[in-house]
């Protein structure tokens, strides 16, 4: 009975934030697995092809965190898809300033040609942010660094976002 007093309140949310969202809003189905979450949602999202994941987060730090673990973590860290958390929703989400941290390794460049397609679904403005961590690094040299953000700027310009580069502390 407790079940299926669960599954009629997750319906009756789904249909509630459905409705929120207007006509035109999108299709949608619910699903119930048995289990620990993590390996339930890879398998949901295996099952029904899921090209991003969205997943809410409690934010839990220190020792509750140590005791309770982090789901999210978990399922960054094995989804096959990507995995966007949300710790405080909006209201309404249609964001118009992206940050994109990049660090010039090749998943840094897949997450900012998400970055890029998210931002263009949005018509956002991305900002592509590298923080140059050590004197040591190689990219500490200026211009090695200028040439590297040309290339990023490059990227984003050729699936038609804006963007420029700008020195200094944000």
């Known amino acids: 009975a407790a079940t299926r007093e669960a599954l009629a309140e997750l319906h009756r949310r789904v249909e509630e934030r459905l409705r929120e969202a207007g006509a035109g809003g999108p299709k949608f189905s619910v699903r119930v697995s048995d289990g620990a979450a993590i390996p339930g949602i890879l398998r949901a999202a295996t099952a029904c092809r899921a090209e991003l994941i969205v997943l809410g987060t409690h934010g839990y730090s220190g020792l509750k965190r140590a005791l309770l673990g982090s789901a999210a973590e978990e399922l960054v860290r094995y989804a096959q898809s990507p995995v966007l958390t949300v710790h405080r929703a909006p209201e309404k989400f249609a964001p118009k300033r992206v940050l994109a941290p990049v660090n010039f390794m090749e998943y840094s460049d897949r997450s900012f040609a998400f970055a890029l397609a998210f931002a263009k679904s949005f018509c956002a ?38 963007a420029e580069i700008e020195y200094g502390k944000p």
């Open 125 to 162: 403005r991305v900002t592509a942010l590298h923080v140059v961590e050590e004197e040591a690094s190689p990219l500490s040299d200026k211009e090695v660094l200028r040439e590297h953000l040309e290339l990023v700027v490059g990227r984003a310009e050729a699936r038609g976002v804006e």
